[in-house]
Every structure is written in structure tokens, then in C-alpha cells.
């Protein structure tokens, strides 16, 4: 995804792309699990763009490190 290679600035001022990553993870049909190549001590500003309606209809496999664990949890509570 265009996000996992940015610079740690452009990823810090917009937290909404980072996000829109992840959703299409869950959109696209061809995706069926997702590694995080990226944590993050900002990983909590993504919660409010994440597409719950959408990761709720295609639950995947998620593998990750560091913050990653905070949208991680996230999901799991709020989706499933």
C-alpha cells in the first residue's frame, strides 16, 4: 500500500491515508491478510478514519508490531 514506504512526516500529518490504507485492505477482494510493515506511536489518530461497516463485512487476518496493536485491539472490539 502507498503508505508503507512514506516518510514519518507526510504519515504524521495526514493519519486519514494511513487509514485509507487499511480500509482498502478490506475492500479489495484479492487482499486476505494484512502484515503491517509500519507500528507507529501516532496509530491512534487512525481510529477515527477506519471504515468499521467495511472491515466488518470482510474480516481478515491481521499480523502486526508495535501500534499496530492499538488499531489491532481497536477492531476486535469494536467490530468483532
Known amino acids: 500500500m502507498p503508505t508503507a514506504r512514506m516518510s514519518p512526516d507526510d504519515l ?29 506511536y501516532e496509530s491512534v489518530r487512525i481510529l477515527p478514519f477506519l471504515d468499521t461497516k467495511t472491515i466488518q463485512k470482510k474480516p481478515e487476518f ?7 496493536t492499538t488499531f489491532i485491539t481497536y477492531l476486535n472490539q469494536w467490530v468483532w
Request: include cysteine.
Open 12 to 40: 504524521y500529518k495526514n493519519p486519514q491515508i494511513r487509514a485509507d490504507d487499511i480500509n482498502k485492505c478490506f475492500e479489495y477482494e484479492s487482499i486476505d491478510d494484512i502484515i503491517t510493515s509500519i507500528g507507529g
Open 62 to 68: 491481521i499480523m502486526g508490531f508495535s501500534d499496530a
